[in-house]
């Protein structure tokens, strides 16, 4: 299946390193910053397949030339806490050839940037092995330009003005003005807007190259599927994963995919259920019976009849037919005790029990989607201690330089293991902000959620089972609509008249040979009538 991931995010000065380095990055190039004097050189990147900057038709051809782009950029941004560029990270579908893929991304960034006057640097990675993680970063420009080709301002200021149209002064005694934005490229809506572009011109290229796969960037909530979604694992966890390392994410995943599998088979077994017994009310209606005259436990004593009258048949062994018999009666005395059990005498009952079971498990899921979530966050907390701890003495001792060339240096130099810390600290702070980090009872924590887990999973095992009971009850007779039947060789000359009846004529059959057992039930008074273990 296509893979949802599309990522939006905006690259400052404060906190985000040049936008030369960025660019360069992606490019697998070598830029060199005017504003800080220093190259970034990235030559020996592997993976980068197609690089290209799309510009509008205002903007000046020479920024066609990512070193001239970016540098403008920098030098066109004077605050300190400036927004540099919005970065997008979208995964691009494996089942479409990379060339298609440069085609759908380079209509994608025309319709719904560039053709709004943005300059997109378009970069698209596919790290080895081949095909396995094909991506594509885009870095946008913030700023629109005019018709010369110079950058514009974000924003300007609007003075407040009353009924008359006099300016309005505020309490602090100065002209009151709200912002007002250049561009709607900051609009909150943007994001929902790129997102379902993506979805749509996906969808258009995956039917146009006659794949059967659809995406959709909605979450499996606002989608309406009843599953829980996977932890993104990130590079470093995959590559430990396909090296046959175990990780916690890959094992928490693990779990999620059997408690997936689970919930599906379970609501396709309930959804097959249902269609057999829309046709069998269809058919009921097609004679002109009430649901209530047609009992199943009839249909299912019918059914015995014919599988042991096909074994007389078409069986050369006593034996064999005396063993089928016997597991026969068995099965059936299971069913009929579970219909008794459950108060099931009439496709309706089975119908109501079909939605009390489907009702059952909801609850459940939903438990288990809550569980699932703090798991995820539990195992990220421990994963971001230990990576935390490990760097603590470098982040140590770069807290300990005071020397201002020699700290950039220092930071420079370990600029990896720096982010990786300051990244590991943000989320620890954001999901413990009133206490400490404390693995012994996070691991306690993780402990009891996981038999949480394993008990939530026990609770959908009794559903699965009914569900089970009710696909064989299903089976037994299944034949009374003939298009369920599938076809079957050496057959005696009453099944095959048997295959070869109408909906209506079958049941009129059944029902005279109930008649007719009935009949002579009645003139035989003496004898004592055989307990078959069901309730009517």
């Given amino acids: 299946m296509p893979c949802p991931h599309f990522k939006i995010k905006i690259s400052t000065r404060s906190k985000s390193p040049p936008t030369t380095a960025s660019a360069a990055y992606q490019s ?26 799309m510009l509008p038709d205002n903007a000046p051809r020479e920024y066609a030339d990512r070193n001239t782009l970016w540098n403008a950029v920098e030098k066109s941004e004077t605050n300190w806490n400036a927004q540099m560029a919005r970065k997008l990270h979208i995964a691009l579908p494996r089942e479409l050839p990379l060339e298609t893929s440069y085609e759908m991304i380079r209509e ?10 943005m300059i997109a640097d378009i970069a698209i990675h596919d790290p080895a092995p081949p095909n396995h993680n094909p991506h594509a970063h885009l870095m946008l420009t913030m700023r629109a330009m005019d018709e010369q080709g110079h950058w514009l301002p974000k924003c300007h200021r609007e003075y407040e003005l009353d009924e008359e149209g006099n300016r309005i002064k505020g309490e602090n ?30 969808n258009r290229y995956l039917e146009a190259a006659e794949r059967p796969e659809r995406i ?25 994963e396909r090296r ?84 026969d009666l068995q099965r059936f005395a299971d069913i009929t005790a579970y219909m008794r059990e459950h108060s099931i005498r009439s496709v309706a009952d089975l119908d109501s029990r079909l939605d009390e079971l489907s ?10 989607k809550t569980v699932n979530s703090r798991i995820k966050t539990v195992e990220k907390l421990l994963e971001a201690g230990e990576r935390k701890a490990k760097l603590d003495p470098i982040h140590d001792q770069y807290l300990k330089i005071h020397w201002k060339g020699r700290k950039e240096k220092f930071a420079k130099e370990h600029k990896a293991e720096l982010d990786e810390w300051n990244q590991a600290d943000r989320f620890m702070r954001k999901n413990l902000p009133d206490q400490p980090f404390n693995s ?27 569900t089970q009971m009710l696909k064989d009850i299903r ?9 369920l039947e599938p076809e079957r060789e050496n057959l005696t000359p009453e099944r095959k008249d048997w295959k070869q009846m109408t909906v209506r004529e079958r049941l009129a059959a059944a029902s005279q040979e109930l008649a007719a057992e009935n009949a002579a039930r009645q003139e035989q008074p003496h004898r004592k009538p055989k307990d078959r273990g069901w309730e009517r």
Wanted: no cysteine.
């Fill in 216 to 240: 959709s960037m909605k979450s499996y909530e606002r989608q309406g599927i009843d599953q829980i979604p996977t932890v993104h694992m990130g590079p470093a966890v995959t590559a430990m």
């Fill in 173 to 202: 005694g100065k002209w009151k003005f709200r912002k007002v934005f250049t561009t709607d490229w900051d609009n909150r809506d943007n994001a929902e807007t790129w997102r379902q572009a993506w979805e749509d011109i996906q």
């Fill in 440 to 466: 012994g009872a996070l691991q306690t924590e993780l402990s009891s959620l996981n038999a949480q887990l394993d008990e939530l999973n026990g609770r959908l095992v009794p559903i699965q089972d009914e």
């Fill in 475 to 483: 089976y037994l007779v299944k034949d009374l609509i003939p298009e």
């Fill in 108 to 117: 994608y960034v025309q319709d719904q940037f560039v053709a709004k006057g």
């Fill in 359 to 368: 009702a059952a498990g909801r609850p459940t899921r939903e438990q288990m």
């Fill in 244 to 327: 046959g390392i175990e990780t916690n994410i890959g094992n928490l995943n693990r779990e999620i995919k059997k408690t997936n599998a689970l919930i599906a088979a379970i609501k396709r077994a309930i959804a097959k259920i249902r269609d057999w017994l829309t046709e069998v009310k269809e058919a009921i209606i097609e004679i002109d019976m009430q649901p209530k005259e047609v009992m199943l436990v009839d249909l299912l004593i019918q059914r015995f009849n014919e599988r042991k009258e096909e074994r007389s048949e078409t069986w050369n062994s006593a034996y064999g037919q005396q063993k089928a018999t016997v597991k």
């Fill in 28 to 53: 697998g190039e070598r830029l060199y910053d005017e504003r800080t004097h220093r190259t970034k050189d990235y030559n020996d990147k592997r993976g980068v397949i197609y690089t290209e900057i």
